[in-house]
């Protein structure tokens, strides 16, 4: 037993064999006499009243405004702010005029009509600003399917009535639920509880979306904080800001962690990853079948860009081949706009451009834009889809004549030190070439690829310079010609790398793509267009004329590099110069290369680099972890500071010995009556101890505690051995106790107790 139990000792001993003549196996008293002091127990505050039961209803305004503005993320910003305005503020309003009118007396009315009047309240303003044309029964198949449709959406979705209709109706609901608590209860935290839930929809749906979530969690925490001053029944001390204000900070920050994934732990879970979006199917025909058709087109025009650089527009990227064709395998995603960047490369430096397009006359579901674009502004009721591995991007429709849309592109800059050692990737899928027929029998071809390859390359020392020499070889040994018939089989690509030799930028590129496979470069083919002839008025008109396929290898670290062997033009003498598409930098850039010696190796630190085991996990920066870990211990703290208290309860109750479960609900009476003004020594007789708590408890509870001090001094010092009907019936006075003494302490008291680890 601790201190405070040891007055016990100095008060007289009872006679041997005597004892209190009352059964300590009755029940104890229960319901209001048994928890409602006698004397009235002094607090320190008293209920909150209606005027600031209002005036909490602001920072409750504010919290859920912070939690709706966590969908940023999903949604963008300028279609988010209305649907914030109505279903944060139209609830709140509704829930006070209404707590206002139905109050009786001082009393809070009912809680049903709020509800009811609330639901219909919804119903309406939804069907009215988001469903007129469909009508209410459209309201509930959009809101089941709008989660589905959110996760299968690259971030941030459009716009749309049918997907907004989600934040609507979560934040309606915790606007609304926040409101009652707050006019219904006294307790200064439980307003805030729906509007962090709320929180919890953004914060899950949005895990891949643009910007971050940080500053929306520091909001919720700063209010959460200041709604708890506003509804609190005393002014805060400088003790329990000092302890409460790291503790809301330190909670904060591992939210913040928690959202966005914590180091060391890799990426926080993206429920995308477990939902197999619809599929969209690219068009049957190949775009690379359309090459010489366009080409044919001569001066017809296609589409016209108004841009600062000249640079080549991609329209389809070609990753599969089977021997007959080259074919897409693009899994095509509805996106508001963005276009994801491409995973775990990083190709150095980037040259931003911007295009408007206005398409003329364009085949197919493609919309063309330089490179990988990162972002796409289209008219409204436009669906657009993405390919996120390709980044290519597609409609739902052919673009009819006149279709405008923006494309912001960021073009890699590429230089001689990153490029010139730069491994190639591993992607075995992307290597692989058919090597039997249909009736599995072997395809010559292919053998006679690898030969050519091998012969192309010959004397080039590293994946890099294998592509160069391999275009460069083909556009010096194959001439252009615009007329050659079209074709990409294996039978095709053989007879012009051996007998024809003459070709359309078709052959060239898919030429290129199976030769670069045999030596081991993942390779596919892209279909676009040059740029196009410069305009009186600044734009560029892209015509038929202008249609391009080149390939592009990839290379780990630094993603998918284009190559062009097809040359532009033809020299008097037949050969082949100028490669049609290769930019005057990127030709300087090879040239680098190529010029300069080879050596047997790479120097040291040459290419990419490559992440090492030990290495923290990509994009978390190094300060994290001193933070993250003095968090864990305050986490670890705080936790076992609410398990102390618990477990020595238990361990007091559960005691093996009777005699010790009576001592034991003694001692927790007295750590109790300890909280409430007992002073804290060892100078209290046991019949002290009874007396103060008596007189501070009252009730029912009180009466017993002279009858208990009795026991305790006999069972303590006297050797009696009591029944276990007798220490549980201590027990059940100590519960009662402990309710009263809990309903007068504050709970920031109660929590500034705890948190000094007492030991009993």
Known sequence: MSATTRPARTAPLPPQGGGPNWDWAAPAPTGPAAERPTTPVTTRGEGLGRARRLWS???????????????????GIRDLLPVLAVSVLAPIALSAALSGALSRKGRTGPLWPSVVLTAVAWTGTVWLTM??????????????????????????????????????????????ASAELALRTRTPLLPALPAVLAFGFPLVLGVDGPGSNAAVVVALAALTALLALVRSRVAPSVRGLALGLPVVLGLTLVASL??????????????????????????????????????????????????????????????????????STAELARTGGRVPAERGVDPGKRQEIVQHVTVQALPGMWLPAADRPSAVTLPDHTDLSVDPAAGVLATDRTAPAGFRYTAVSQLPVYDVRRLQYAPAADDPALVRLPRTDAADQPIPSVASF??????????????????????????????????????????????????GKRGTSEQFAASFAVLARTLGLPSRVVVGFRPGTRAADGSWQVAGKDVLAWPEVEFQGIGWVP?????????????????????????????????????????????????TAAAPAAGTPWWIYAPAGVLLLVLAYLLYAAWLPWRRRARRRGAADVRQRVLGAWQQIVDRLTEIGLPATGAHT?????????????????????????????????????????????????????????????????VVRALRLRRG
Request: net charge neutral; aromatic share 8%; hydrophobic share 40%.
């Open 563 to 611: 190559f062009y062997p097809t040359p532009g033009a033809t020299s008097k003498d037949g050969t082949s110069v100028a490669p049609a598409g290769q930019t005057k930098d990127r030709k300087t850039v090879d040239q680098q290369i190529t010029d300069q010696p080879r050596p047997s190796a790479p120097p040291k630190g040459a290419g990419p680099a490559r992440p």
């Open 131 to 176: 469903f007129r044309d469909g009508g209410p029964r459209a309201i509930r198949p959009a809101l089941l399917d709008a989660p589905h449709a959110v996760l299968t959406t690259i971030l941030p979705v459009p716009g749309e009535a049918r997907l907004l209709v989600l934040p609507h109706a979560v934040l309606w609901l915790a606007a609304f």
């Open 258 to 327: 928690a959202g966005t994934g914590l180091p060391g732990l890799g990426a926080a879970y993206d429920p995308r990853d477990a939902i197999t979006p619809p599929t969209v199917r690219p068009q049957s025909i190949s775009p690379l079948d359309q090459v010489a058709a366009l080409m044919r087109s001569g001066d017809a025009p296609v589409f016209t860009v108004r841009t600062t650089a000249e640079t080549n527009y991609r329209l389809a990227v070609l990753d599969a081949y089977n021997g007959t064709t080259w074919s």
């Open 57 to 75: 209803l602001l920072p409750v305004a504010a919290l859920l405004a912070a939690s709706g503005l966590g969908w940023h993320r999903v949604f």
């Open 450 to 499: 690898t030969k050519i390859a091998a012969k192309a390359t010959e004397g080039s020392s590293f994946p890099y310079e294998q592509a160069v020499k391999l275009a460069d070889w083909l556009r010096e040994s194959y001439q252009f010609d615009p007329r050659a018939i079209p074709g990409h089989t294996y039978r095709g690509l053989e007879f012009f790398l051996t007998e």
């Open 686 to 750: 046991a019949e002290e101890v009874a007396a103060f708590g008596a007189a501070r408890v009252g009730g029912a509870a009180g009466e017993h505690l002279p009858d208990l001090a009795r026991l305790v001094n006999e069972v303590g010092y006297a050797g009696r051995t009591p029944d276990p009907a007798s220490a549980d019936a201590a027990w059940a006075h100590c519960d009662a106790i402990e309710r009263v003494v809990l309903r007068t302490i504050p709970r920031r008291d109660r």
